[in-house]
């Protein structure tokens, strides 16, 4: 029976893991969050505004905080204090594999004017299963 249940969906995770938000900020300055799921990952959020149009970034390391490409692209939900709502997709910067070049990471732009604060949720996609969605929080400007 938990054969015919796990071929009947493969692919959707049954046992949830932790996302775990950590003190330290990564490497380009935003906060970090680990997501233990038998082998940890990192994820970094980065948010950079320029004259009023912000480029948001994500980025992901593997256990040894070496840089790691996505294979799934994210949208983010951001919030101001005022309660203006946009919505974004983050897409690879790393189109094609070429052996020896760095790895990727999403990123994508959005017009939020001159806002102080805002919250962020990030809803990461591994392809075109939504069994396999993790929501992730952050807030702009970063806390420790």
């Given at each position: 029976?938990?054969?015919?249940?796990?071929?009947?969906?493969?692919?959707?995770?049954f046992f949830r893991h932790q996302i775990i938000p950590l003190e330290q900020h990564g490497p380009h300055g935003?906060?970090?969050?680990?997501?233990?799921?038998?082998?940890?990952?990192?994820?970094?959020?980065?948010?950079?505004?320029?004259?009023?149009?912000?480029?948001?970034?994500?980025?992901?390391?593997?256990?040894?905080?070496?840089?790691?490409?996505?294979?799934?692209?994210?949208?983010?939900?951001?919030?101001?204090?005022?309660?203006?709502?946009?919505?974004?997709?983050?897409?690879?910067?790393?189109?094609?594999?070429?052996?020896?070049?760095?790895?990727?990471?999403?990123?994508?732009?959005?017009?939020?004017?001159?806002?102080?604060?805002?919250?962020?949720?990030?809803?990461?996609?591994?392809?075109?299963?939504?069994?396999?969605?993790?929501?992730?929080?952050?807030?702009?400007?970063?806390?420790?």
């Amino acid at each position: 029976m938990i054969c015919l249940f796990l071929l009947v969906f493969p692919g959707c995770s049954f046992f949830r893991h932790q996302i775990i938000p950590l003190e330290q900020h990564g490497p380009h300055g935003g906060p970090m969050v680990q997501i233990n799921e038998g082998v940890p990952r990192y994820l970094e959020f980065v948010a950079i505004p320029q004259s009023g149009v912000w480029l948001i970034q994500l980025y992901a390391f593997d256990p040894h905080l070496e840089p790691k490409d996505f294979s799934y692209y994210a949208t983010v939900d951001i919030v101001t204090d005022s309660g203006n709502k946009s919505t974004l997709n983050l897409w690879n910067t790393k189109h094609l594999f070429i052996p020896g070049r760095t790895a990727g990471h999403l990123e994508g732009s959005v017009r939020l004017d001159d806002v102080a604060r805002f919250k962020a949720t990030v809803t990461l996609v591994k392809g075109r299963d939504t069994c396999h969605l993790e929501k992730l929080e952050f807030e702009y400007p970063y806390s420790v």
